[in-house]
């Protein structure tokens, strides 16, 4: 009698599949330590955050000449910070939509994040903080990316 012969075939071993907080906002984003974040901390944060922006020397006169209606343009960015912490659905476009008019170099994406921080630390509980950043550091390096190749020749 002839016996059976397995074989075992080797798959390789899956990887698992990161995500955006804008690709996938709430999900993707590891829930640190502390009260989750709710969307009247997102509504504080995006007012104080870009009531800093508005005012503030290097960042203010770009902002306010790329959205000359604040009030909308806040409730723009509110909807997007909405989606990418909570995952409300609430903004379905991209963020280029929100920043293709800018023409940011290095030094604006570290004041903005500079800014970000300051405003997440002062109004938001430690682990809510954390989630914020991270979400925003990873706005930050596609933000980058998209401006570096913006500004590269054709």
Same mark, same amino acid.
């Given at each position: 009698m002839q016996q059976a012969r397995i074989e075992t075939v080797r798959q390789p071993a899956a990887r698992p599949v990161v995500q955006?907080?804008?690709q996938s906002p709430a999900r993707s984003l590891t829930r640190a330590a502390g009260p989750a974040l709710t969307e009247a901390m997102v509504g504080d944060? &995006?007012?104080h955050l870009y009531g800093r &922006? @508005? =005012? =503030?020397a290097l960042l203010g006169p770009m902002f306010r000449m790329a959205a000359p209606d604040w009030e909308e343009h806040l409730e723009e960015v509110t909807d997007f910070w909405s989606h990418v912490l909570l995952g409300t659905? +609430?903004?379905e476009g991209g963020i280029m939509g929100l920043t293709g008019t800018l023409r940011m170099k290095p030094a @604006?994406?570290? +004041?903005w994040m500079a800014l970000f921080r300051a405003s997440a630390e002062t109004l938001l509980p430690p682990g809510a903080c954390r989630q914020a950043f991270d979400a925003a550091s990873v706005i930050d390096l596609r933000? +980058?990316?998209w401006q570096a190749q913006? !500004? !590269?020749p054709d």
């Open positions: 955006s907080p804008i944060l &995006v007012r &922006v @508005h =005012d =503030d659905g +609430r903004y @604006h994406f570290e +004041r933000l +980058r990316a913006l !500004q !590269q």
